[in-house]
């Protein structure tokens, strides 16, 4: 995937951001997510790295950890908590 694939896909909805010296494209369209840290995420974020001229796109992963702590603050909200 390259660059201008995410432009398009996130129909011009993104932001480019550095963070400690490495860039980061972040979707805009889905928000972000709470970590359990208090901390939180773009729900679709993917790291920019040049390398022989080209710029590479790898997704940040999102870990099972994640899903469990937004499913349990999903189901309170649901139970009205």
Not at 18 to 42: A, C, H
């Amino acid at each position: 995937m390259n660059v201008q694939r995410l432009i398009d896909i996130s129909e011009g909805w993104y932001i480019i951001e550095q963070k400690e010296g490495q860039w980061y494209f972040n979707d805009l369209r889905f928000g972000v997510i709470p970590r359990k840290d208090g901390t939180s995420f773009f729900a679709f974020s993917y790291h920019l790295k040049e390398k022989e001229g080209k710029i590479q796109v790898t997704e940040l992963p999102k870990t099972s950890r994640e899903a469990q702590f937004l499913i349990q603050r999903l189901w309170n909200r649901i139970k009205g908590n």
